[in-house]
């Protein structure tokens, strides 16, 4: 994997000749499975020799995991240590809440022996990932050009609301992470005043995250179900029970053309127009929009895009800006990953 010019990473390390042909671990820790791979980094890039996911449930820390991971692939006196963690990293230290595990880089530097640990937000990671993409992997929503020179917004719902995003100093882009996802979620229309409503007697401060997240696309499904009065089938119910969420509505919508579940989708993608235009405008991310995440790589076939163009360039006043800024649909799953090793591999001397 080689960089790509259409994302010029402050990574200044790339400059320095000791940082090519270091063995390095990338992890990307999350609620569901935690994946590894082991890298070796070369002319700026990374080559990933071999990669593994592990159920993170099934393991009392990431420690297991990683002992475990570097018993399975016989490694030996690897160098380096990248880790991508789903939520704020400060001073090298993580206490992801949907982990349940304190995470702390100087524990993992002296158990192991690396040379080098980094921890990262997953979405901080993703970005840094993101510059090692093909362009086959973006999928353009609006624009059939290129990314251009300014902040750049990432949008990215899954398991959470990831929002992260890159700072252009005039010559390279530089990623950073937020919490903006945990930023409270406001209602446009009755309809949604009364998803509101029911969001609010559930969680109490509803955030984004409770909206645009796997939760929150089932949150929208069963308002849905459960107040509108929309009817589901029995055959769904028992689909939903058994399956995987997303994949399962968004089948039933494409396949069996269920109602509930178009609405849901149709809902779910408005808000998402909606907060991208929000992140957007906070970032004045006049360089581009990068939506990732799980649900929209799993649903991506669905997405009507000059619907989602029409929908995100809504504005007060800044709909000129708006309108002008590209779109791209991140179609590759290990960005977090590979960013997480290139980042150990090539941030500093």
Not at 60 to 69: A, D, H, P, R
Not at 132 to 141: G, T
Not at 282 to 293: D, N, Q, R, V
Request: with cysteine; hydrophobic share 35%.
């Amino acid at each position: 994997m080689i960089l790509n010019p259409k994302f010029p990473l402050y990574l200044p390390g790339v400059k320095n000749g000791s940082n090519d042909n270091v063995s390095i671990i990338g992890a990307n820790l999350r609620e569901d499975i935690t994946t590894l791979g082991y890298f070796v980094s070369s002319n700026g890039g990374l080559e990933i020799k071999t990669q593994n996911t592990y159920p993170t449930k099934e393991y009392g820390s990431f420690t297991e995991i990683l002992k475990k991971f570097i018993q399975d692939n016989g490694l030996e006196n690897v160098k380096r240590l990248g880790m991508a963690v789903p939520g704020p990293v400060i001073n090298g230290k993580s206490q992801p809440a949907r982990l349940g595990w304190s995470l702390d880089v100087e524990e993992f530097t002296r158990d192991f022996g690396f040379e080098k640990v980094d921890m990262l937000n997953d979405q901080e990671a993703s970005a840094y990932g993101m510059g090692l993409l093909e362009d086959d992997d973006l999928d353009p929503i609006y624009t059939s050009g290129h990314l251009e020179k300014g902040n750049v917004a990432i949008l990215a719902p899954g398991n959470g609301l990831g929002e992260a995003g890159y700072f252009f100093d005039g010559k390279y882009l530089r990623p950073f992470a937020t919490e903006g996802g945990h930023s409270e979620f406001s209602p446009r229309t009755n309809v949604e005043v009364e998803f509101y409503q029911f969001l609010n007697n559930i969680y109490g401060i509803v955030s984004w995250e409770n909206v645009l997240s796997k939760g929150g696309l089932f949150n929208i499904y069963r308002f849905l179900r459960d107040v509108k009065r929309h009817p589901e089938p029995e055959w769904l119910s028992e689909r939903l029970a058994n399956g995987n969420f997303v994949q399962e509505i968004f089948k039933a919508a494409v396949e069996d053309d269920v109602l509930i579940c178009k609405i849901a989708l149709d809902t779910f993608l408005e808000f998402l127009a909606r907060e991208a235009n929000n992140l957007t405008l906070k970032l004045k991310a006049t360089g581009g929009l990068l939506i990732s995440g799980d649900i929209p790589q799993a649903i991506r076939q669905y997405i009507n895009k000059d619907k989602f163009y029409e929908k995100f360039k809504i504005s007060d006043k800044m709909e000129e800006m708006l309108r002008n800024i590209p779109i791209y649909l991140n179609k590759n799953e290990n960005t977090a990953l590979n960013g997480a090793a290139l980042y150990t591999a090539y941030y500093l001397d």
